[in-house]
């Protein structure tokens, strides 16, 4: 599955200081995921988990005397192939309820004698049949045994037969199954997916299996281990189309009201790569790669807006690069990619029939940014990835999921870059991935990447990881075994693997067995241990070593950290340009990571930014500037911000300039594709630090867009950073103009940087009245109201009116918008963020004690982190408070 925190990562960081930290909220967010996660179910890979249920118990040495008990399946039948056949309904019944009926035959082998049948069924009413819930036959003049009883288990989601004789062991038989289930907008399984056209309410019937919601759509060995060939055929109305991983076979059949759709039979795979679609929309297609047939799928309208056809022409570059790096052709008769409108996660790898946001695969070239294109591609290729490494060959359980989500999140960056050669993709890992994970595996709360099969089992657990984890530090760790074993021999390991476990399962020792070879094949390559040695320092436990290395003598000492710390400032400082922008970035990123762990001072940690007035490329900066950000959070209420301010200033004026000159009076876009994202933090930090020339020129674009409303003069990559520093800065007739634009726009991606951009403003009364129109869902949508909220808040201005005005509204707030939404425990976390002093800790822990009778539902453990966090910012600013205030003001002079 894709990253869902991949939304607006190139956003810019300008942002931040002016109030609208959208990504420090990705980069807070992915933390506070991971949390989330080990503590409540969730669905995998999204960032709207359901997480109103209770914490699960820890484990117990407790083991379910029945088979139906426990949550694995028995290792006593193995599936062969399916047919199944689903008829989805678009339009509520009578009771007003969407619901799909279908039916599925399994053919199974039996391994080990048993007279058990037990296989996955969840949600799903099934038909009775002279008493029992299926029918049994033998195939191949086998006698099946009868059924003594049928039952359903609603806990570990099992559809149980006990049988009167034991099925015999090499024999093969069918269980066939009848059910019916709802049609539900709750993104799992077969699902209902809603959207408006030209002011009509369509319906989409859709997917997403990962992680164990096949079972909710017909009955099935919902194990990734348990693969089958699937025969599918789907029923729907006349002028729809179906959609399933097979290629479709035929379509109309005469004189019936419906179409029925059926598929080419898939090659042998696990469930939860399968996916069902039914809709209205349109596809455009092309077949260079020797005939494949590549469909890009979207609505009517954004397929005539040519908004598919980007995601069209780097699919086909991507699969052929995918081809050679893996040695392995595309396993599969078509490729198909479709965008939906309101899809949780950020995209699926189904075989065949990747699903994805509309965000993740439209690119419109007039109105998307750098940043969106960037997100597209590297979706793409991480999603594509996914077709050989983890669909070909599936990890057998999910306690290896972070092989499979750190390969893909590894080699996207590999694919991308051949797509866009230009843009320097490889050395954007650092930033997305490796930092990510530092940040995150240096908790207390972090969990090695590998972990024993027998600690996951239930679907809570197996949520559990889809994290930070598995995706950014499995990435980061894949990246340096193939840096050290180099990249031909990593590839040719990797084509071993792939080649010799196709349409079947592994474990992640299988890769390693595969990489040692390729290292033993290769003469002239030698490794001082074996490849599972190596790794297992790196997978085995969790956290990252610190190595002192002294520059001078080359030698790994311990006890001289600070003095070797300042060794390398001084040669970042004195030959920054011999250094490459990675090892700048990283020994800036280092530091702050180091002065966080107190084995350097924090002054030690500034000091290593001194350097950047003469710094020009993004990497270093953005790494900067996220470290900064904490500063900007504990400090923007107190005297040292304007010291920081003061400094900051100083250190942006020459990016600033350098950009004017380069764009010749911004009138061109940055060549270079990191140029791009950086002018964006040149002109967002310059302007809210008051770089002289900055407010005027983002106003005047601003006051020309104002004047002609239906020509905007501002560039896509710079319309956030412009708008929120022209709302910030302007008054009433600016925040009219942006809400008019709002509230007009048809661009999803334009009504959100407006909707952002408004709680820019420092105007109190302009901000509580949008903190009021929250709650009017004519005003705001009513899945938007609890972002908007945070994006006042993160505003110093609007801080304390937010506080107030969610203290005065709890009770309504929790009612309306507290059933289960993760953007409601972001709400907390991001409103509490600035929290530092003991005065906002009685505040706190005060709102806690008087909403007890009201409840926090999913915000209850982000209020427990946000006490924590509070009491841990108050400890820090005390610690660190006067240091870094002498600091700033002397280095601002
Ligand atoms: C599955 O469908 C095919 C094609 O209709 C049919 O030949 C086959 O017998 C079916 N298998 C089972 C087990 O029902
Ligand atoms: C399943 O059966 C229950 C009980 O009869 C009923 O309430 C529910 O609506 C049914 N669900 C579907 C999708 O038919
Ligand atoms: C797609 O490729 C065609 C042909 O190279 C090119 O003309 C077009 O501009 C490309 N479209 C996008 C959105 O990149
Ligand atoms: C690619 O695969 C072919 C056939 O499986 C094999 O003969 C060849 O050696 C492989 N090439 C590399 C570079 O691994
Ligand atoms: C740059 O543009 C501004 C207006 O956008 C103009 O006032 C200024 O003279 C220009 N400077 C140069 C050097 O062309
Ligand atoms: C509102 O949108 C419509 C169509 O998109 C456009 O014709 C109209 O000029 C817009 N109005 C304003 C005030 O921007
Ligand atoms: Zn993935």
């Known amino acids: 599955m894709g990253k869902v925190y991949y939304i607006s990562k190139n956003v810019g960081l300008g942002l931040l200081v002016l109030g609208v930290s959208a990504l420090a909220t990705i980069i807070a967010l992915s933390i506070a995921y ?109 006698t099946a045994p009868t059924i003594q009883k049928s039952w359903l288990v609603v806990k570990t989601e099992f559809l149980v037969l006990q049988l009167r004789s034991r099925l015999a062991v090499g024999a ?80 109309v059949i005469d004189g019936m009201p419906v179409k029925v759709t059926t598929f080419e039979p898939t090659e042998r795979m696990s469930t939860y790569l399968l996916a069902f679609i039914v809709s209205d929309f349109v596809s455009i297609q092309s077949n260079q790669n020797n005939n494949l047939l590549i469909r890009i799928w979207a609505r009517k309208k954004a397929i005539d807006d040519r908004q598919g056809d980007y995601a069209l022409n780097v699919t086909g570059p991507i699969l052929q690069f995918y081809e050679r790096y893996y040695n392995a052709t595309y396993p599969l008769s078509k490729s198909d990619q479709i965008a939906l409108p309101d899809f949780n996660a950020g995209a699926m790898e189904n075989w065949g029939l990747v699903t994805y946001r509309e965000t993740a695969l439209l690119y419109d070239p007039i109105v998307s940014s750098t940043g969106n294109k960037e997100r597209v591609t590297t979706v793409i290729a991480h999603e594509l990835a996914h077709m050989w490494f983890g669909n070909l060959v599936t990890l057998r359980w999910w306690n290896d999921l972070w092989l499979n989500e750190g390969f893909a999140s590894y080699v996207e960056y ?36 590998s972990c024993r099969e027998e600690e996951v089992n239930d679907p809570a657990q197996i949520s559990e990881m889809f994290n930070t984890i598995s995706y950014n530090k499995g990435a980061a760790v894949l990246r340096m075994l193939s840096e050290f074993l180099t990249e031909p021999v990593f590839a040719r390991g990797l084509s071993s693997y792939l080649n010799t476990f196709a349409f079947d399962n ?26 599972h040695d190596i790794m297992n320092r790196w997978t085995l436990q969790m956290g990252f070593p610190v190595v002192t290395i002294d520059t001078r003598t080359g030698i790994l000492p311990y006890p001289l950290f600070t003095e070797v710390f300042e060794h390398v400032i001084v040669c970042v400082c004195c030959f920054f340009q011999a250094l490459s922008v990675i090892n700048r970035a990283q020994i800036i990123d280092d530091a702050f990571n180091l002065a966080r762990a107190k084995i350097i001072s924090t002054t030690l940690a500034l000091t290593t930014t001194k350097y950047l007035s003469k710094e020009k490329d993004y990497i270093p900066w953005e790494s900067v500037l996220r470290n900064l950000n904490y500063y900007i959070l504990m400090f923007d209420r107190t005297e040292v911000y304007g010291a920081l301010q003061a400094y900051l200033k100083k250190q942006i ?14 009138t061109r876009v940055p060549s270079g594709h990191t140029d791009q994202y950086n002018q964006i933090n040149a002109i967002g930090i310059a302007c809210s630090m008051g770089v002289r020339g900055c407010r005027e020129l983002i106003r005047g674009w601003y006051r020309q867009w104002m004047e002609t409303p239906n020509h905007n003069p501002i560039h896509p990559n710079l319309k956030s950073t412009v708008y929120c520093s022209a709302i910030a800065f302007g008054g009433t007739e600016e925040w009219d103009f942006a809400w008019m634009k709002f509230k007009n726009t048809t661009v999803a991606s ?54 107030n005005f969610i203290r005065a509204r709890w009770s309504y707030i929790f009612q309306q918008y507290g059933k289960g939404s993760f953007s409601f425990s972001s709400l907390i976390s991001g409103i509490t963020k600035r929290f530092s002093t003991e005065f906002e800790l009685q505040e706190l822990k005060k709102f806690k004690e008087d909403n007890l009778h009201v409840g926090f539902g999913s915000a209850t453990l982000a209020l427990e982190q946000a006490i924590e966090k509070t009491t841990a910012n108050i400890k820090w600013v005390t610690e660190n408070k006067a240091q870094v205030l002498k600091w700033f003001t002397e280095a601002s002079k």
Not at 95 to 118: M, N, P
Not at 506 to 531: F, M
């Open 34 to 142: 991971d949390k989330e996660k080990a503590k409540n179910q969730g669905r995998p890979g999204d960032g709207a988990a359901d997480s109103t249920s209770m914490p699960t118990p820890p484990a117990t040495l407790f083991t379910p005397k029945e088979p139906w008990d426990r949550y694995r399946l028995p290792d006593s039948l193995v599936p062969v192939s399916y047919n199944v056949t689903l008829w989805p309904r678009l339009e509520p019944n009578a009771d007003g309820l969407y619901i799909f009926t279908g039916h599925s035959a399994v053919v199974f082998k039996c391994v080990k004698e048993t007279d058990l049948i037990i296989i996955h069924s969840n949600k799903l009413n099934l038909t009775n049949f002279h008493g029992h819930l299926a029918k049994l036959s033998g195939l191949d003049e086998v």
């Open 172 to 251: 093969t038989y069918v269980l066939y199954i009848e059910f019916q289930g709802e049609l539900a907008d709750d993104l799992e399984g077969f699902y209902r997916s809603e959207y408006t056209e030209d002011g009509v309410k369509k319906v989409v019937a859709t997917s997403q299996m990962q992680a164990t919601y096949a079972r909710k759509t017909f009955p099935c060995f919902d194990e990734p281990a348990m693969k089958a060939v699937f025969s599918v055929t789907i029923i729907h109305k006349r002028g729809t189309v179906a959609l399933s991983n097979g290629r479709e076979i035929d379509g």
């Open 414 to 449: 590999l694919g991308a870059d051949y797509a866009e050669p230009t843009w320097d993709m490889k050395d954007q890992i650092i930033l997305y991935d490796m930092y990510k994970a530092f940040a995150v595996d240096a908790l207390a709360s972090s969990h090695p990447l």
């Open 506 to 531: 592994t474990e992640y020792t299988d890769l390693w067995d595969h990489l040692q070879k390729a290292v033993e094949n290769t003469p002239g390559i030698h490794i001082p241990h074996t490849v």
């Open 653 to 666: 004026q020459p990016l600033f300039e350098h950009f004017r000159t380069i764009t010749a009076n911004w």
């Open 750 to 803: 334009e009504a959100s940087r407006l909707r952002a951009a408004m709680a820019c403003t420092k105007t109190p009364w302009l901000l509580n009245r949008y903190l009021e129109y929250t709650l009017d869902p004519t005003k705001i949508r009513k899945q938007d109201a609890t972002s908007t909220i945070q994006y006042i808040a993160q505003n110093v201005v609007g801080l304390p009116l937010a506080w």
